[in-house]
């Protein structure tokens, strides 16, 4: 899963939420399957499940095709489907919905619509009145009444208060959005099909902000005005170019290269195979402590996330501390690897790594680290080595990692029978699944962030991509294998195995997550949109571990690559010395109490008091495995 960034901060949500349920719209027919496979190319998000499948589907045909499926079809006609992965066939099929709610209950429907002509009509009189009174001094601005949430930034631009029109335009802009989501919310007695139905419309109201048209966005126009229509030219060349490469350049790709400004840390490749190569890093102190650290990201993401610049280098800043840290960085595989299987990743992956860290270090055991589906193939890890009695890992962290797949936010939106069907087909087809079939969908998670945002800066007003390090490793992601890939999403996001002891066998081991007894750190994120906080939480419920949980500000991201010297955001925690003392999420969040900037103290504090006693620094590799390349190696520039 390519991740989307979240940089903005808020407070934490309720986590209590309505238990996930496997959804059963029926999967989208176009006329033909070979014209669905040409309807859908390149953008798997396309095949978006609708929310509300029979009145959509009961539309007047146009052609033999539903009137939704015909828009979808107009829509990738559009050069611009390449760019915004907007799926307007489930759109029009929400707003059915709605329509058809709406004509099921006269009384409720006029009573909506008479409030909300009355509140456009009172946004425009008071707007007005007011424009008027302050030109002839007799008043002083009103406030807004329908002012959007603090981390909006589309309306910062001045005329949206100063200016009548644009004012009005804003008011009117969200006081129908409002309304769309009060009835999107409003008696869906399933909460799946609500959540589907919630998300479809937020997503029309992003796509139709008055923020996005050069005429309605006041920022645009005063631009194109001071240069002289340059600005309108520049963002007409940045879209053609974008057009040309068949992708949104969210950053300066020239900026940055792993090797040469990120993943910079050094250190040495000290062992590779088919699917890992292995990093140690160069001590920085003259003793670390005796039990090394081994990170395993995921494999649908480059692990140089956790080795930016030296500024916000997680890497770097546990070995300045004293650390003995060994990285998996994986393969980017192709189709030649198509047969590779989960099973694979584990035994190639962090058993094999294990080994060779304990060889080069002669350390008895290994702390390992899993980053978001790295923790979940951790946790898969440790309870096979339980079954097995294997003691080569101790207490072990688990970053924005996912073990309960019952809740996992909007993504659900894309993670159903359907549309893992129709991933695994691709996958078939080409032998594996192109990265960018998941960062589209996972940037539409976040699509004022990464997609609109973006769209108005490079378009609208000219401006060339900023360089930003984080939206650089967003964009490098990499491709998924068909067995190991389709094995994961279904004992996860379909069928939820991993709760289920013994329900998955790997190696012919059943396992148990309740039989991993080591200490456990577990790190959330309060804006987290792919592992909500309240589900990294549940680790301390399905296993027997001590678990120190600890909530950090922001997402998914930008909550966990968070250092201490930049001073930002926040994190909570709590004293009872065990997570599983509190009986849910909001339990624990009502007894934390929250920290000020970085968590990354407090998890060295908790790794020191588990990573033995400090000795000499070893050297780089080892007789059995000498060092092989420098870092980061080969595999992260694979593209």
Not at 602 to 625: H, M
Request: hydrophobic residues 40%; charged residues 20%; negative net charge.
């Amino acid at each position: 899963m390519s991740l989307p960034v979240s940089t903005t901060d808020a407070s934490p949500t309720n986590p209590q939420r309505p238990e996930r349920r496997k959804s059963r719209a029926p999967r989208r027919l176009p006329a033909t399957e070979a014209q669905q496979h040409d309807i859908v190319h390149d953008i798997v998000l396309e095949t978006a499940v609708t929310v509300a499948p029979d009145p959509a589907r009961d539309q007047m045909p146009v052609d033999g095709l539903p009137t939704a499926a015909v828009i979808d079809q107009m829509w990738q006609a559009n050069p611009l489907q390449k760019l915004l992965p907007v799926d307007w066939e489930a759109i029009t099929q929400a707003l059915s919905t709605l329509g058809a709610r709406s004509m099921a209950d006269p009384v409720n429907a006029t009573t909506a619509a008479a409030k909300l002509n009355m509140r456009l009509w009172q946004e425009a009189a008071e707007t007005w009145i007011g424009s008027a009174s302050r030109w002839w001094g007799l008043a002083t601005p009103t406030e807004d009444k329908l002012r959007g949430p603090a981390a909006d930034r589309r309306f910062e631009a001045p005329e949206w208060e100063q200016h009548p029109f644009f004012r009005v335009l804003k008011q009117c802009y969200l006081a129908i959005a409002a309304q769309l989501r009060e009835e999107a919310d409003r008696e869906v007695p399933d909460p799946t099909e609500r959540h589907r139905l919630m998300f479809h419309v937020q997503q029309l109201i992003d796509a139709t902000s008055p923020t996005l048209f050069l005429p309605t966005n006041p920022a645009a126009l005063r631009k194109a005005l001071a240069t002289g229509g340059g600005s309108v030219a520049d963002g007409l060349r940045n879209l053609v170019a974008d057009l040309r490469e068949g992708r949104m350049t969210m950053t300066d790709t020239e900026a940055f290269a792993p090797g040469k400004n990120l993943a910079i840390t050094q250190g040495k490749v000290v062992y590779r195979n088919r699917l890992i190569e292995l990093i140690q890093y160069a001590p920085l102190t003259t003793q670390t402590y005796a039990v090394p650290l081994l990170f395993i990201p995921p494999w649908i993401n480059k692990f140089y996330i956790l080795d930016l610049q030296p500024k916000n280098s997680l890497v770097r800043f546990l070995v300045e501390h004293g650390f003995s840290v060994f990285m998996i960085s994986w393969k980017n595989p192709d189709a030649s690897m198509q047969g590779i299987a989960f099973e694979d990743y584990m035994t190639d992956g962090p058993l094999t790594a294990s080994d060779v860290v304990r060889e080069i270090t002669g350390a008895a055991s290994v702390n390992p680290v899993g980053y978001c589906i790295g923790g979940t193939l951790l946790a898969m890890t440790l309870a096979y080595l339980a079954a097995r009695e294997d003691d080569r890992f101790g207490p072990a962290t688990f970053m924005v990692s996912l073990q309960d797949f019952s809740d996992v936010g909007d993504t659900a939106i894309f993670m159903d029978e359907p549309q893992i069907e129709f991933m695994e087909r691709r996958m078939l087809e080409r032998g594996y699944l192109d990265s960018s079939d998941m960062a589209k969908m996972f940037n539409l998670l976040r699509s004022n962030d990464l997609i609109w945002n973006t769209f108005i800066n490079s378009y609208l007003m000219g401006n060339k991509p900023s360089a930003f390090d984080l939206l650089y490793w967003n964009d490098d992601g990499t491709r998924m294998v068909p067995s190991a890939h389709g094995f994961y999403l279904h004992n996860t996001y379909l069928e939820n195995n991993l709760v289920k002891p013994g329900k998955i066998s790997l190696l012919d081991q059943p396992i148990d997550l309740r039989r991993i007894r080591k200490d456990i750190y577990a790190i959330g994120a309060e804006r987290d949109h792919i592992v909500p906080w309240s589900s990294a939480w549940r680790i301390a419920q399905l296993t027997s571990a001590k678990t120190r949980f600890v909530l950090a500000a922001s997402g998914h991201i930008a909550g966990m690559i968070n250092p201490p010297s930049a001073g930002k955001g926040g994190h909570w925690t709590d004293e009872t010395g065990d997570a599983a003392a509190a009986r849910t999420a909001a339990a624990w969040l009502a007894g934390a109490k929250k920290h000020e900037g970085s968590w990354w103290g407090d998890w060295t504090t908790w790794l020191e008091a588990r990573s033995g006693k400090r000795i000499p620094a070893a050297a780089v590799g080892s007789a059995a495995f000498p060092p092989i390349q420098d870092a980061p190696g080969s595999y992260v520039l694979e593209k």
